[in-house]
């Protein structure tokens, strides 16, 4: 979606829309997305400036990095941005602080949807984790590790799971 900035209406542009993304154009490549990613934006003029603020909201899943199962994450994200005209990128270093990056538009034209893009991929866990705790696989059997230790290393030692096989035995 391209806003023109000669069109730009005076009181400015409400923005209320879906947008469809593919996993490819993501940093993390395993994200599956469960619905469109919703915007609310407002695109205002002032002066050469122009203001772009918003909220991102989807649902998409993320393959956990320790275990590897898919696990689902919200995004809802806030964004404030302000875009100069490419001329002042001249002059870039006298206007930036030391802390501050400036966005540039080019050609009277901004590209919301690359916008929403970069912002969706700043919003990612640099390293997805399906819980906090997450014990990752058994390095011995492959297997999912779930309360401390994989009952593969414990299976001969645990008297609980020889009362189950037991239990099971006798159900037969
Ligand atoms: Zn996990
Ligand atoms: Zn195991």
């Known amino acids: 979606m391209i806003i023109d900035i000669e069109r730009l209406p005076r009181k400015g542009l409400e923005i209320s829309r879906d947008f469809e993304f593919l996993s490819v154009d993501l940093v993390e490549e395993n994200a599956v997305f469960f619905e469109p990613v919703h915007v609310e934006a407002t695109?205002?003029?002032?002066g050469e400036e122009i203001a772009i603020k918003g909220r991102i909201t989807?649902?998409?899943s993320f393959n956990c990095c320790r275990c590897l199962v898919p696990f689902e994450f919200p995004i809802d994200s806030r964004f404030d941005l302000v875009y100069l005209p490419e001329?002042?990128?001249e002059i870039k270093e006298e206007l930036?602080?030391?802390?501050?990056s400036r966005l540039f538009y080019y050609n009277r034209k901004i590209d919301l949807r690359e916008i929403i893009l970069e912002?969706?991929?700043?919003?990612f866990p640099v390293k997805p984790l399906c819980s906090e705790n997450c014990q990752g696989i058994c390095p011995v059997c492959g297997k999912i590790i779930k309360g401390g230790e994989c009952s593969c290393v414990s299976n001969k030692s645990d008297p609980r799971l020889d009362?189950?096989?037991?239990?099971?035995r006798d159900k037969r």
Not at 43 to 46: M, Q
Not at 119 to 123: A, K, P, R, S, V
Request: hydrophobic share 40%; net charge neutral.
């Open 43 to 46: 695109v205002k003029k002032i």
């Open 58 to 60: 989807t649902r998409l």
């Open 87 to 89: 001329e002042l990128e």
């Open 96 to 100: 930036d602080s030391e802390d501050m």
């Open 119 to 123: 912002q969706l991929n700043l919003t």
């Open 163 to 168: 009362k189950l096989k037991i239990f099971i």
